[in-house]
């Protein structure tokens, strides 16, 4: 008989995320090993607790999930997942990362902008691009060969991220804005077709006025769940709705698409025992969905 499906959830929060877990169950996991307030120094005996309790042909029915709010924390722990992982001996399993939701939303989002227009050559802006979502689909943008503006308040902070993104995207277009004032957004607006706001939650960052008078705009879509939204007069159950002459997706209006993304990603960890699942491997899932 095939051996469970165990799926161990390392988060870096002390309390683990339930909504993580349900899904987790729902996308086919047997069990569910969640572990809270989890460091780098603790990962290595939790990898070979995975790695040494199973044969090699049983190895991909474990995999790991890392979660938790920190998103830089959980790269640090996917980091030393993979680090004590011995491939040479075919002794290791998938791992997914998906702290704060950011691999899977941002998949999405650029999902949602791609079935309305090509994204190669796209004149794209992404307001609020130095957090953790906006840096992941400045970068999936660019890897589908958008232009890119990565916005934000201060410049410096929007270069850092655009010096980061090029240094895994050899071929990327992409470029710092600082939208702090009204005259800096109107400038960073010029001649774009696709809006994407993943910015604080609460902030207006696109009011309606400026996005009206952007006349080359085709497609905005915002993340931002908590009122008032990123970009004003967008709903938030918008999914491809016809605003001011542009195609609106809101957060829930997205939410249904980065939901079945986590679940088939969830469910691709137990297909072989050697993935790692980060931004574009979970956007090649997403391009894959109806």
């Known amino acids: 008989m095939d051996k469970r499906k165990i799926l161990i959830q390392l988060d870096s929060d002390l309390q683990p995320s339930v909504f993580d877990r349900v899904v987790a169950i729902d996308a086919g996991a047997d069990d569910v090993l969640s572990l809270g307030g989890v460091k780098p120094d603790q990962v290595r005996t939790m990898v070979h607790g995975a790695i040494f309790t199973r044969g090699p042909k049983d190895l991909k029915r474990t995999a790991f999930f890392i979660g938790g709010s920190d998103v830089a924390a959980g790269e640090r722990l996917l980091d030393k997942v993979k680090q004590h992982m011995l491939p040479q001996f075919g002794l290791r399993v998938s791992v997914l990362l998906d702290a704060n939701g950011a691999n899977t939303t941002a998949a999405a989002a650029v999902r949602a902008a791609a079935r309305h227009l090509s994204l190669a050559g796209a004149a794209a802006l992404v307001l609020g691009g130095t957090g953790p979502v906006g840096q992941r689909v400045a970068r999936l943008l ?15 902070r929007a270069a850092q991220v655009c010096a980061a993104i090029h240094a895994n995207v050899g ?26 706001s993943p910015g604080t939650a609460g902030v207006v960052l696109l009011p309606r006025s400026a996005r009206v008078a952007c006349s080359s705009l085709r497609v905005a879509i915002d993340l931002n769940a908590v009122p008032p939204l990123g970009i004003e007069g967008v709903e938030l159950l918008d999914k491809g709705a016809q605003r001011d002459g542009a195609i609106c997706y809101g957060a829930i209006g997205v939410g249904d698409t980065k939901m079945k993304v986590h ?28």
């Open 171 to 196: 071929h990327a277009r992409i470029e710092p804005v600082a939208t702090g004032t009204p005259q800096e957004l109107q400038a960073s607006l010029c001649d774009r077709t696709l809006i994407i």
């Open 142 to 156: 660019a890897r589908e060969g958008a232009a890119v503006r990565v916005g934000s308040r201060q410049r410096e």
């Open 263 to 290: 679940k088939a990603a969830i469910a691709r960890l137990f297909e072989s025992n050697d993935q790692v699942m980060d931004a574009e491997e979970v956007y090649a899932l997403a391009t894959a969905l109806p």
